[in-house]
C-alpha cells in the first residue's frame, strides 16, 4: 500500500534547499499548472459529481488525455474515479491528503506522457483491490478483462517484497507480475515517481532504502523501456536523498548559470533557427535544459562548467527526411564537431530511441549539441513504451483472436523474460541482470545478411554469438570481425561486421572459459545452464584447463611438449625417394623445411658425403649459396614414405587435441613428434611432425585437419631463418 507516502515539495531532506527543482529557463511549449494536491483532497472529500459529468478532480487527467487523444472515450475514466473515490474514501495519507489524491497523480503522469485511456482507467484503480473491498471480478465485470489484468498486475508488484535480502527473487516477481505487458511496468513506474516526489516527511532510513531500490531496480527498467521522463526525474529525486550535499552543489550550479546574462545555448539556438529559416526547413528549435544528475556527471568529467554545459539544443521536424536536412545545413553553415555525429534514426537504440546526435563548435571554443529528431521521435524519446498506445489491439484486417502479442515492446523486455526462465537459479539471474541494468551504453554491430545486432558496450563475439543463434551458438567456433579472424573472447566495437564460424557437430558444448568473455544475461545464463546441466563433462573441461596450464606454464613458448613422441630421424636415407647427382651420396631431408613432393628442392653437400634436400623458398638456401656453396642436382624418385611438419591454427575448446589426433590417424598419418604452444587470447597453435605413406596423401590430411571443430587453418610449417 501505498498510503505511507507523504506530500512534500521537497525532493528529499536537504536542509536550506528551496521547494522543487529549478532549470535553466528556455523556449518551451506552455506548461499546464502543477497539480494542487490539497484542492484535488478537497474535491474527493466532496464526494463524485453529478453521474453524466466529470468530477472536477480529474479535469486536469482529461485535459492532458484529450491533448493526446482527442477522440478518447471519457466514460471510464469517469466510472473508473468514481469507484475509486468511493472505495478509497476514508483512507488518508500520513500528509493528511485523502488517499484518492495518489492515484490521481499517478494517472495525471501517464496522460501526461500519452497513455491510451486503458492504462488511464487502471492506473485509477490500481491501489483499489490491494487497499479495498474491490475485487478482480468486479474490475472485470465493470470494466472488462484488460483492465483487470493490469490492476492483477500492479497488485502483485505491490505485494514483491523490496527489501535488500529479498533482491534476487524481487526481480523474477516482478517479471512474472508484468506478465508480458509493459503497461504494468509503466504503472508501476509511475506509482513509484509520485510516491518519490512525496517522500519528504519519512525517516530518513526509509527514504535511503526506497531510494536505493529505486537506483538499482525501477531507474535501470525506466531506461530500458524508453521512459526518459521519469528516469530522469527518478534519478534527481533519488540524487537528492542519496548525495544531499553534492545535489545541493549541482543545484548552486544551476541556478547561478541561470542568472548570467549570457546564454550560449540561447545564442546558437537562434542561430539555428536563421540558418533553417534560410533553408526554407520548417522546425521548432527548443533548448533542453539537463537535469540534475546529468550536470552532475558533466561536471565530474569536465571540472569547470561552461554555459553550453547545462543544455542541448533540440530541433524539431516532421518527417524523417528532414533530420538529415537539417543535419545538412547546419553541418555547412556551423562549424561541426564531426566525432560527435551518431545516428539514431538508422540504427534505433535498444529502448526504441531515435534521433540525430551531432555538435557545433562556437567561436570562443564551446561546444554546443544539439538533437534533431521528427515530434513522433520525440514523444517516444520521452515516454517509450507508454507512448506507443495499446499493444495489445488487433489490427482490424490482421484479429489476433484474442492471442496477446506486442508488437511494441522492446527486444530487451522480451529477453529478459526469457532469461529469467531459463536461469539456473535467482541468485544467477540477479547477479547477471545487474550487470546489464548497470549498462549504459549500447553498441550496434551488423551481420553479414545486413542484419544487425544490439549488444552492451565492452560486449565480445561470445556476447553475438549467444544474441543471434540462442544456445545454439554452444557450437560456435570463432568469429570473423569486419574480414579478419577473430577469437570469441574479442572485445566488439560500435559498427563492426560480425560472421559467426558455426561448427556442425549437434552436441557441441561451450567451453567454461567463454564465462570470462560473456557479459549479456543472455550469454551467461545459457553457458551456466549447460554447465550446471553436464556436471560431468564441466569438471572434464576443468581438469583439462588445470593440466594444460600446468603442462605449459613452466614451458617456453614453442618448447616441445615432454609428453610428445621423441623426435625421430629426420627422413629416411634412400634414392628411392630423393635421387642426387652425386653418385653414391647419403641424401637427407633438412629439417628445417621438410620437403614432400612435389616441392620444389634443391641440394648440397654436407660433411660426411651426405646431400641435405631443402626447399628451394627455404632461408638456408639463400644463405648457403651467399657463403659460395655450390648447390647439388636433386629431383623426386618413386614415390614413397615422406615425413611432413604441419602447424594448425585453431580456437581454445574442450577435446580439440583428441579430435585433431584422430583426424590424423584416419588419414594414416603417422605422428613422430607434437608440440602445442600455449593459449594466447583463445587461439592455440598445434606444430605436428608426421610420417605419411606417400606424399599424394597429403592434401587429404590436411584437409581432415580443417574439417576438425575449431580449427581455422592448417598450412604447411615455414622455413624458420637462423641466425649467423
Excluded at 145 to 155: C, P, S
Aim: proline content about 7%; some cysteine; charged content about 25%.
Amino acid at each position: 500500500m501505498s498510503a505511507e507516502a507523504t506530500n512534500s515539495v521537497t525532493p528529499g531532506p536537504m536542509p536550506g534547499a528551496v521547494s522543487g527543482p529549478v532549470t535553466p529557463t528556455a523556449p518551451r511549449r506552455k506548461a499546464r499548472p502543477r497539480i494542487d494536491l490539497r484542492r484535488l483532497g478537497r474535491a474527493a472529500l466532496l464526494g463524485p459529481a453529478a453521474r453524466g459529468r466529470l468530477p472536477d478532480a480529474i479535469s486536469h487527467v482529461v485535459e492532458a488525455h484529450r491533448a493526446h487523444h482527442p477522440d478518447a472515450d471519457l466514460e471510464p475514466l469517469r466510472h473508473a474515479y468514481v469507484l475509486a473515490e468511493s472505495s478509497h474514501r476514508g483512507q488518508m495519507r500520513k500528509s493528511g491528503e485523502p488517499y484518492i489524491t495518489h492515484p490521481l497523480a499517478v494517472t495525471l503522469i501517464l496522460a501526461e506522457l500519452g497513455a491510451e485511456t486503458t492504462t488511464l482507467t487502471a492506473s485509477l484503480l490500481h491501489d483499489t483491490v490491494e487497499d479495498t473491498d474491490v475485487t478482480l471480478d468486479q474490475v472485470r465485470d465493470q470494466f472488462g478483462e484488460e483492465v483487470r489484468y493490469l490492476v492483477d498486475g500492479v497488485t502483485k508488484l505491490e505485494k514483491v517484497d523490496y527489501g535488500a535480502a529479498a533482491e534476487p527473487e524481487t526481480f523474477r516477481k516482478m517479471l512474472v507480475a508484468t506478465g508480458n505487458d509493459v503497461r504494468v511496468m509503466s504503472i508501476k513506474l509511475a506509482d513509484r515517481l509520485h510516491n518519490m516526489r512525496t517522500l519528504g516527511v519519512m525517516r530518513p532510513e526509509k527514504q535511503e532504502r526506497i531510494a536505493k531500490v529505486t537506483r538499482d531496480v525501477l531507474i535501470p527498467l525506466a531506461e530500458r523501456l524508453g521512459v526518459q521522463a521519469l528516469k530522469t526525474e527518478l534519478e534527481d529525486l533519488v540524487f537528492a536523498i542519496l548525495h544531499p550535499e553534492e545535489y545541493a552543489h549541482t543545484r548552486e550550479l544551476i541556478v547561478r548559470n541561470a542568472a548570467r546574462a549570457d546564454d550560449p545555448l540561447a545564442e546558437v539556438a537562434d542561430e539555428v533557427r536563421g540558418v533553417l529559416r534560410e533553408a526554407d526547413i520548417t522546425a521548432e528549435v527548443l533548448i533542453r535544459p539537463r537535469h540534475f544528475v546529468s550536470v552532475h556527471r558533466v561536471s565530474r568529467k569536465r571540472g569547470r562548467l561552461r554555459g553550453s554545459d547545462f543544455g542541448r539544443v533540440l530541433v524539431l521536424v516532421n518527417e524523417d527526411a528532414d533530420c538529415y536536412g537539417v543535419l545538412g545545413e547546419l553541418h555547412t553553415c556551423m562549424k561541426p564537431v564531426v566525432s560527435e555525429f551518431k545516428d539514431f534514426i538508422a540504427v534505433p537504440k535498444f529502448n526504441l530511441y531515435q534521433s540525430l546526435h551531432t555538435a557545433v563548435a562556437r567561436e570562443d571554443g564551446q561546444v554546443v549539441e544539439v538533437l534533431i529528431r521528427t515530434h513522433q521521435m520525440h514523444k517516444v524519446a520521452e515516454a517509450g513504451v507508454v507512448a506507443l498506445g495499446n499493444p495489445y489491439a488487433p489490427a482490424p484486417e490482421d484479429p489476433a483472436d484474442g492471442e496477446r502479442v506486442d508488437p511494441t515492446r522492446p527486444g530487451w523486455l522480451s529477453r529478459l523474460l526469457d532469461w529469467q526462465e531459463a536461469a539456473p537459479d535467482p541468485d544467477h539471474f540477479w547477479s547477471t541482470l545487474r550487470e546489464d541494468l548497470a549498462q549504459d551504453r549500447e553498441i550496434t554491430v551488423f551481420r553479414p545478411d545486413g542484419g544487425t545486432l544490439g549488444l552492451p558496450e565492452g560486449a565480445t563475439c561470445v556476447d553475438a554469438a549467444y544474441a543471434q543463434y540462442g544456445e545454439d551458438a554452444h557450437a560456435c567456433i570463432g568469429a570473423r570481425v569486419n574480414g579478419r579472424l577473430a577469437t570469441l573472447s574479442t572485445v566488439l566495437k560500435d559498427g563492426d561486421t560480425v560472421q559467426l564460424l558455426m561448427g556442425q557437430d549437434p552436441a557441441s558444448e561451450p567451453s567454461r572459459e567463454w564465462l570470462e568473455h560473456a557479459h549479456t544475461p543472455a550469454a551467461r545464463i545459457a553457458i551456466q545452464r549447460w554447465l550446471t546441466a553436464h556436471p560431468v563433462q564441466a569438471e572434464s573441461q576443468r581438469n583439462e584447463t588445470r593440466i594444460a596450464e600446468d603442462r605449459t606454464a613452466p614451458r617456453p613458448l614453442g618448447a616441445p611438449d615432454p609428453d610428445a613422441a621423441p623426435e625421430q630421424p629426420a627422413g629416411r636415407p634412400g634414392t628411392g625417394h630423393v635421387l642426387a647427382d652425386l653418385p653414391g651420396a647419403t641424401v637427407r631431408l633438412a629439417r628445417c623445411c621438410t620437403p614432400v613432393p612435389p616441392d620444389e628442392i634443391t641440394g648440397f653437400a654436407v660433411r660426411g658425403g651426405a646431400v641435405t634436400v631443402h626447399r628451394v623458398e627455404c632461408p638456408a638456401v639463400a644463405r648457403m649459396k651467399d657463403g659460395g656453396r655450390a648447390a647439388v642436382g636433386v629431383r623426386w624418385g618413386e614415390a614413397a614414405e615422406c615425413r611432413v611438419t604441419l602447424v594448425a591454427e585453431s580456437f581454445v575448446r574442450p577435446h580439440l587435441l583428441a579430435d585433431l589426433t584422430e583426424a590424423m590417424a584416419s588419414e594414416g598419418a603417422e605422428i613422430v613428434s607434437a608440440t602445442v604452444e600455449p593459449p594466447t587470447q583463445q587461439q592455440v597453435r598445434h606444430t605436428y611432425t608426421v610420417q605419411l605413406p606417400d606424399a599424394g596423401h597429403l592434401p587429404a590430411l590436411m584437409r581432415a585437419m580443417r574439417n576438425v571443430a575449431g580449427v581455422y587453418d592448417v598450412s604447411r610449417a615455414q622455413p624458420q631463418p637462423q641466425g649467423g
